[in-house]
């Protein structure tokens, strides 16, 4: 029997504000795509955003990333857990410093609700970290469960709140 391949395409934000925020996060794309099943189709730009919820940390640097998977969602984020823990990711403060942060913002139009795995991302459509790397790459990319494009997402974020300016990318 053959083994069925899912083609998917799949949306990640990735961050980092320890150590070396742009390697870390150019490395964590590295890894992503060192996987067989994996082809990158867009990356947003590298921004520098300021920290939500705990303030008195670095500022992180944040990018996304498009792919087209042949595995499915749980698959991802055992991926991303993986290359996480490979590049010693510690996860002891909400919100807190981190040497690298992978979240699974899309899977096609996927809609899962586990306690293990949340897509879409249920804070995706308020940060204006994941919105604008995302419309980078597709500003016309329709969140499922709200119906509106990451841009009109990001049109409602107000301005000056959650400040963030652009980077060279490493």
Same mark, same amino acid.
């Given at each position: ?15 980092? %504000?320890? &150590? ?11 890894? @992503? ?24 940390? #670095? ?25 996480? %823990? ?17 979240? @699974? @913002? ?9 306690? &293990?795995?949340?897509?879409?991302? #249920? ?9 604008? #790397? ?5 500003? &016309? ?16 974020? #107000? ?7 652009? @980077?060279?990318?490493?």
């Amino acid at each position: 029997m053959k083994r069925q391949v899912i083609v998917a395409v799949v949306y990640l934000s990735i961050g980092s %504000n320890m &150590d070396d925020p742009e390697g870390s996060v150019a490395g964590a794309i590295g890894e @992503i795509l060192k996987d067989e099943g994996v082809e990158l189709i867009g990356q947003g730009g590298y921004y520098e955003t300021e920290p939500q919820g705990k303030l008195d940390q #670095p500022w992180f640097v944040n990018t996304a990333v498009a792919l087209k998977v042949d595995f499915s969602a749980g698959a991802a984020l055992d991926k991303i857990k993986e290359i996480e %823990n490979k590049m010693g990711r510690k996860r002891s403060v909400k919100w807190g410093p981190r040497k690298i942060d992978i979240d @699974i @913002i899309f899977y096609d139009d996927l809609i899962v609700d586990t306690a &293990d795995l949340k897509i879409p991302h #249920p804070l995706a459509a308020e940060r204006r970290f994941v919105l604008r #790397p995302l419309k980078d790459i597709d500003p &016309d990319l329709t969140h499922p469960q709200l119906g509106k494009t990451v841009s009109e997402l990001l049109n409602e974020i #107000p301005e000056g709140r959650q400040r963030m300016r652009k @980077i060279e990318a490493p």
